[in-house]
């Protein structure tokens, strides 16, 4: 290589060996890191944010059948058909939601742990809720302790274990969003390298040989342009359509999601208040600590003021403002429900709790819940969309730039040799 630098012929072989390598590596890192992109983009849709939307099922259907439970509880004797099926189908649908989380758990010891803990655990409240049941069909004061002794079991270990899965997927769904949108630094500063490669060798050629085009390092540097400009552009595209599913998607569906789980707390310390029969003032104070979260009266801590602020989409608006109504008829129906309890008007408190008419407490809750679902559903559903707008954006990109890439190596090379040829 000395002697060959030496000469200007050695000297143009060089520069075309060099030039060939830095278009196939930047060809093969451009291919590499934009197949990873894609796949990670792919895999936002189709896997992360379906283990996410499974993590939030769990915590759903168990704070749910537990506060059904509790409902059922309060009818005395034998419970009212349609909560007995409610109670079951969220049952089966934690089990169904837990086997999905349990799928993608390796690697995460945190993650093991808490699946680890529901799939021992929900047994065993699922046990001592059909004794709670039993007994208080035999009218036993004894079946309270059990759904109480229940109840606890589901506070302490079971919805901190769904919480805690739920939080650890929407972070692994956070961080592929960040990997998605990340700049491709190397990808970029190796294009722009061999760009200038290109153009420093033609004016070299230029200078020495007196002639003004070589047409293959012309082609070779035009190919080179358009894979970097295809590219940025497509990155760029491809990067705000997974921040809009960021921002329209999975963050608004987080905060609806934190709304729904505090109102479910809230259903289960109105219940377990009027189970406890005067001794449920821990339930109640929870439950005066956790509404003002999901008011819609306003406040720092206020999340469905918080989720009314984020709603891009008119659907997730309208369903946010019916949340909004219906937890102001909630709260105004629990405090009706408080005034006759502690009034000593026990049985009418009940009646206020899980009856059917229009002001009852559960005919609020269910329309809130109905309302959180909705929007949670909508914003699941936007997601999916801008993230299949992202992957969209890189159709083709992976094959066009390898192949663009292959054209700068093949025209570095013809047009270096057709200079070389002079020489002979």
């Not at 390092?217 to 940025?232: D, E, F, Q, Y």
Request: aromatic letters at 4%; glycine letters at 8%; a negative charge.
């Amino acid at each position: 290589m000395a002697r060959s630098a030496r000469t200007t012929p050695g000297r143009l072989g060089i520069i075309a060996s060099a030039l060939v390598v830095l278009s196939v590596l930047t060809g093969f890192v451009a291919a590499l890191a934009l197949q990873t992109k894609q796949d990670t983009i792919s895999n936002l849709a189709e896997h992360r944010e379906p283990l996410a939307a499974a993590a939030q099922q769990i915590y759903r259907s168990l704070s749910d059948a537990d506060a059904t439970a509790s409902s059922a509880f309060l009818s005395g004797g034998l419970e009212p058909a349609a909560l007995r099926e409610r109670y079951e189908v969220d049952m089966a649908q934690a089990g169904a939601a837990l086997a999905k989380a349990a799928s993608d758990i390796g690697g995460i010891p945190e993650a093991e742990k808490q699946v680890d803990t529901l799939g021992q655990q929900l047994p065993v409240y699922a046990g001592l809720v059909e004794t709670a049941r039993t007994n208080n069909r035999f009218g036993l004061p004894i079946g309270a302790a059990y759904l109480r002794e229940a109840s606890t079991l589901m506070r302490t270990k079971l919805l901190p274990a769904a919480q805690e899965l739920y939080r650890i997927d929407v972070g692994r769904l956070t961080d592929e969003q960040d990997d998605a949108t990340s700049f491709p630094w190397l990808t970029v500063a190796l294009t722009v390298v061999l760009l200038g490669a290109l153009i420093v060798t033609q004016v070299h050629l230029t200078r020495k040989t007196n002639r003004l085009i070589n047409v293959g390092l012309l082609v070779s540097t035009i190919a080179v342009g358009i894979g970097l400009i295809w590219g940025v552009a497509a990155g760029w595209v491809s990067a705000a359509a997974v921040g809009n599913a960021r921002d329209d998607g999975s963050q608004q569906v987080d905060v609806l999601v934190q709304a729904r789980i505090v109102a479910l707390k809230c259903r289960a310390d109105e219940t377990l208040t009027l189970v406890a029969r005067g001794d449920g003032a821990m339930y109640e104070k929870e439950w005066q600590e956790l509404a003002p979260t999901i008011s819609g009266a306003g406040g720092d801590k206020d999340l469905l003021v918080k989720a009314r602020e984020a709603a891009t989409d008119s659907t997730i608006s309208e369903q946010v403002r019916g949340a909004v109504d219906n937890a102001q008829s909630w709260q105004e129906a629990h405090r009706k429900l408080r005034e006759l309890d502690d009034g000593g008007q026990y049985e009418k408190a009940v009646e206020m709790a899980i009856g059917d008419k229009d002001d009852s407490a559960a005919k609020a809750f269910n329309r809130l819940d109905e309302n959180l679902s909705g929007a949670i559903q909508k914003g699941r559903e936007k997601f999916v969309e801008a993230t299949s707008s992202a992957e969209n954006a890189l159709t083709g990109l992976v094959p066009g730039v390898a192949v663009l890439a292959l054209i700068g190596a093949g025209g570095a090379l013809v047009g270096i040799r057709q200079r070389l040829q002079e020489y002979r």
